[in-house]
């Protein structure tokens, strides 16, 4: 009888220390992933937009380039090169270029993170639907965008926020 309890106590015993074991090796695994994740967002520092930060649409206060609107229209002005395909082919108007002023004051250059909007028309005023010389005028936008140098930043409750703007890059007349 003796012998029973010490058996019982000994599975329960056992399964007691599996458990534990079982709880430490998933402990480790979770401080493993944080591990992982400390080093993702070390390793993404650069990227625009963190996975945590939000970005704002709404704002107390707007980006600003400094030197005002005509100074960023200069800029643009001074870099833009219509490729030779889209002026043979007459096409003018403009690519709207959405991206994200970050809170330090420079623009999300990440692709994936810049969006266009084609306003574009042919030469007889129509919509533009060639998708080669939207892509032409796309790709022109976003290298002038890699020449505009450092915003002052937008805020909300008197701190530094990544806030979403949108830039017309003109083609043409």
Same mark, same amino acid.
């Given at each position: 009888m003796k012998q029973n309890h010490i058996g019982g106590f000994a599975s329960f015993f056992l399964v007691l220390l599996l458990g534990l074991?079982?709880?430490?090796?998933?402990?480790?695994? %979770?401080?493993? =992933?944080?591990?992982?994740?400390r080093k993702y967002s070390q390793d993404s520092i650069s990227k625009a937009v963190m996975h945590k930060n939000k970005v704002f649409t709404e704002y107390e206060e707007m980006p600003k380039f400094p030197g005002g609107e005509d100074a960023i229209k200069k800029i643009v002005k001074e870099n833009i090169r219509i490729p030779e395909k889209v002026a043979k082919a007459g096409v003018h108007g403009r690519i709207i270029i959405s991206f994200v002023v970050m809170k330090n004051g420079f623009i999300d250059?990440?692709?994936?993170?810049? %969006?266009?909007? =084609?306003?574009?028309?042919?030469?007889?005023?129509?919509?533009?639907?060639?998708?080669?010389?939207?892509?032409?005028?796309?790709?022109?936008?976003y290298r002038v965008l890699t020449w505009i140098p450092r915003w002052i930043p937008g805020k909300q409750n008197g701190e530094p926020i990544d806030v979403k703007f949108s830039l017309p890059i003109v083609f043409g007349n």
């Open positions: 074991l079982l709880q430490s090796l998933q402990c480790s695994k %979770r401080t493993n =992933n944080i591990g992982q994740a250059l990440e692709k994936d993170h810049v %969006r266009y909007y =084609n306003r574009l028309k042919d030469k007889s005023g129509n919509p533009c639907n060639d998708s080669t010389l939207i892509k032409l005028c796309e790709d022109e936008a």
